[in-house]
C-alpha cells in the first residue's frame, strides 16, 4: 500500500528558509516520478514541483521558480523541497505525491508551512 | 500557462441525484500522442485530495462506477450520478499536457 508522509512544515519568518521531506513506502519509490502540490489555507490545489524517477528532468510553478528546489534520494526513499526567500504568499498545506499517467495519483496527508513575521 | 476554468463553483444537490461539474481548457488538452491528459480529483473536507479520473474517462482504482469522466478538446465534464453523503467536498481538473500543470478553481458539492 502507498504510503507517503510529509514533515518539516512550520513557522518561518518571511525570507527563511524551510526543507520539507517526504518519506515514501509501499511501492518502488525510485520507479516514480514525483510532485509537491501545495494548498493555501481555504483555497484550491496548486502544482509547485516535479521530478522525474532518475532526478534528471525538474520542472516549477513560476511562482517558485528560482526559490524552490525538488531533489530526491532514491536509496532512501524520500522527496524534499528547499523553500528558500519565502514570502507571505508560501503560505500551505504542502502536499507530496506519486505521480501516475502524467499526474499525482496518491497523495499524502500535508505539512503546514506558515510563513509570518 | 493552460488556464483551467470550473463551473458551477457551488454545487448544492439532492441525495440520489445526479450532478455535474465543468470544466474548460484554453487550450486544447490533445497531447502529440493522441492522449488526452485532463484528470478529476476528489478532496473530502479535512482530507487529502484524490484522484478520481485520468485521461478523461478512466477511472482509478476504487473509485465507484457513479463517477464518470467525458469530454475532448477543450472542454469536459465530471458527472456523479445518485450523489450519495460521502461525495461531499470539493472537485478539481487538473490538465497534465503542458508545464506547469494547472488546476481549476474547485466546485463544492454539498448536499441541499
Known amino acids: 500500500q502507498v504510503h507517503l508522509v510529509e514533515s518539516g512544515g512550520g513557522l518561518v519568518k518571511p525570507g527563511g528558509s524551510l526543507r520539507l521531506s517526504c518519506a515514501a513506502s509501499g511501492f518502488t519509490f525510485s520507479d516514480y516520478y514525483m510532485s509537491w502540490v501545495r494548498q493555501a489555507p481555504g483555497k484550491g490545489l496548486e502544482w509547485v514541483s516535479y521530478?522525474?524517477?532518475?532526478?534528471?528532468?525538474?520542472y516549477y510553478a513560476d511562482s517558485v521558480k528560482g526559490r524552490f528546489t525538488i531533489s530526491r534520494d532514491n536509496a532512501k526513499n524520500s522527496l524534499y523541497l528547499q523553500m528558500s526567500s519565502l514570502r507571505a504568499e508560501d503560505t500551505a498545506v504542502y502536499y507530496c505525491?506519486?505521480?501516475?499517467?502524467?499526474?499525482?495519483?496518491?497523495w499524502g496527508q500535508g505539512t503546514l508551512v506558515t510563513v509570518s513575521s | 500557462d493552460v488556464v483551467m476554468t470550473q463551473s458551477p463553483l457551488s454545487l448544492p444537490v439532492t441525495l440520489g441525484q445526479s450532478a455535474s461539474i465543468s470544466c474548460r481548457s484554453s487550450e486544447s488538452l490533445v497531447s502529440s500522442d493522441g492522449n488526452i491528459y485532463l484528470n478529476w480529483f476528489q478532496q473530502r473536507p479535512g482530507q487529502s485530495p484524490r484522484r478520481l479520473i485520468y485521461k478523461v474517462s478512466n477511472r482509478d482504482s476504487g473509485v465507484p462506477e457513479r463517477f464518470s469522466g467525458s469530454g475532448s478538446g477543450t472542454d469536459f465534464t465530471l458527472k456523479i450520478s445518485r450523489v450519495e453523503a460521502e461525495d461531499v467536498g470539493v472537485y478539481y481538473c487538473m490538465q497534465g499536457k503542458l508545464w506547469p500543470r494547472t488546476f481549476g478553481q474547485g466546485t463544492k458539492v454539498e448536499i441541499k
Open positions: 521530478i522525474s524517477d532518475s532526478g534528471k528532468t525538474i
Open positions: 505525491a506519486s505521480q501516475a499517467v502524467v499526474a499525482p495519483m496518491h
